[in-house]
């Protein structure tokens, strides 16, 4: 049975509160923000503003651009990462079984309200204003029947702009083709059109041989740390690109199931359970759902990763600053609920790919996510985790590394605790805590490991933090009026910004044991700006998994 989820929400705010003007924060909120890296914004000074506003993971979209076009976006992502010391993670965008209109003339394509054009599997047309030719191989099996809803809209689209085309099919003429009625005036424009079929049956491979030669010569070579499958629709999706990643040495790339159809929303659950990531890709979605039912769906599975702790992402929040310096009303409040309902991140597409102010939207937006933060009622929402899995019963089915994690939270939350630490390798500690969503920032201190082939899974990156016994912890830089973590590390930490309020760091064992020089260099280096501007908090909560280590630490 579907579960639906609440808005956790309790302010003490006042009308006056409301009406004075915030100070300028450099503070990043917990939210993550997922930024599609395209034409106005791969360039390394926008970069450089993006990462400094807050931008978590740089997604590079396969569906558009040649590999060169991306590799320069990386390129200057990662010159300024290291420039301003900032943890950036990346994600590859595959194309998938997306459909997309072919041979396209050079001046727009226009449609009238109420004329017929035919959908044609054939590369050898030319499309025009009466005939679009379409990248799928035939009809058959494919669920298209007379009725049904076609969209096609340029790459990106944000659904209220002139150049995106609503089809209703009106007759199959054969296995290749179909005649459908224009349903608005429209002028087919733009750098990719794209045609998403309602309830469409697509067989094509999750990963088109196009996905698969990226994969080798952009993904494995830049580490790309996450790779998302377009319109994944089932568990299986899931396994086999799993499969091509760990043949290619990829094993240790992270899969987001990016769910934008019917298909993937009816096997939500499984393709929940399969992938490491969720990505409820709400502008494709939207031409398979009706519009009253779309926060269904949102809320659905919001509430379902939430109990499973896996991360979720929602796109298409800020589609107006494509051309607007500000969000609508709606848009904002938009934004604001899916903090409050508990989602781990918010992917900018068109926004920053195409659009005219990419900086102003990530700041915006991040904006938006630092006020709904803090209303957000962490206690309820633990509370409501809790019930929900039985482990307020006298006897919880609860693994010992779960019973860590909700027993620090609880005792953070009791203690007001400036802050969780914890330790981990391959941040899986670290993503049980984020599941409970607590207030504090969790410090999570990555610790190095090998990989299969023996080499470093982890490396020393940034300008350590010197011990007296000679340890090194790579320690994020700290603003005087409040936490604003900057550091780079390795491939587990750059994952680890997957959640919701985790703040990683990398550290190297050998230099020190975790629960002595380790620690005391990572809780060193946060103690003296908590002192400063946190100065009624007394504690650090600690979950490293060490005798010497369990319980709270007095700040110094």
Known sequence: MAI?????????????????????????????LVCTIGPVSNDAETLTQMLRSGMSIARFDFSYGDQELHQRGLDNLRKASKQISTLCATMMDSLGPEIVVMNRPSKPITLEAGQTVRLVCDSSQQASKDVLPISYPSLSGTGLQPGRSVFVGQYLFTGSETTSAYLTVQHIESETSAV??????????????????????????????????????????????????????????????RAFLNSIGMQGTKIVGKIENMEGLVNY??????????????????????????????????????????????????????????????????????????????????????????????????AICRQAEKCFDSF??????????????????????????????????????AMIVVFTVTGRSASFIAKYRPKQP??????????????????????????????????????????KWH?????????????????????????????????????????????????TVKYLACTCQHVKCHGHFTRP
């Open 180 to 241: 459908c009625i224009v349903q608005n005036s429209c002028k087919l424009e733009g750098i990719q059109l794209t045609v998403h079929i309602g309830n469409m049956k697509n067989t094509a491979p999750i990963l088109a041989e196009r996905d698969k030669q990226a994969l080798q010569t952009f993904g494995k070579p830049n580490k790309i740390d996450f790779v998302a499958l377009s319109f994944c629709r089932n568990a299986q999706d899931v396994k086999d690109a």
């Open 442 to 483: 969790i410090l999570t201190v990555v610790l190095r490991s090998t990989n299969q082939d023996g080499s470093d899974n982890t490396a020393i990156v940034a300008v350590p933090a010197e011990l007296e016994d000679g340890a090194q912890v790579v320690v994020p830089r700290l603003s005087t009026n409040g936490l």
């Open 269 to 366: 659950k499984e393709i929940m359970n399969a992938c490491d990531v969720v990505l409820l890709s709400r502008g494709s979605m939207g031409n398979c759902v009706d519009p009253e039912k779309m926060f269904l769906a949102q809320k659905m599975l919001l509430r379902e990763c939430n109990l499973a702790g896996k991360p979720i992402y929602v796109t298409r929040v800020v589609d107006t600053m494509v051309d607007a310096p500000r969000p609508t009303r709606a848009e904002a409040t938009d934004v604001a609920n899916l903090v409050l309902d508990g989602a781990d991140g918010i992917v900018l597409g068109s926004e920053t790919f195409r659009g005219k102010f990419p900086v102003a939207t990530v700041e915006t937006v991040l």
């Open 487 to 535: 550091c780079t590390g390795d491939f587990v930490a750059r994952q680890c910004l997957q959640y919701r309020g985790v703040l990683p760091v990398c550290a190297d064992p050998s230099l020190g044991s975790p629960d002595g020089a380790i620690l005391k260099a990572a809780l060193q280096s946060v103690s003296v700006s908590l002192c400063r501007t946190l100065c």
């Open 380 to 417: 309820a929402y633990y509370n409501s985790v809790m019930d929900f899995a039985g482990f307020h019963s006298i006897n919880p089915n609860i693994g010992k590394t779960e019973a860590l994690a909700t027993a620090a939270v609880r005792a953070a939350t009791k203690l007001k605790a």
């Open 4 to 32: 639906l989820g609440r808005t956790y929400f309790n302010t003490s705010l006042t009308l006056g509160s409301l009406i004075e003007e915030d100070t300028p924060s450099t503070i990043n909120p917990a939210t993550r």
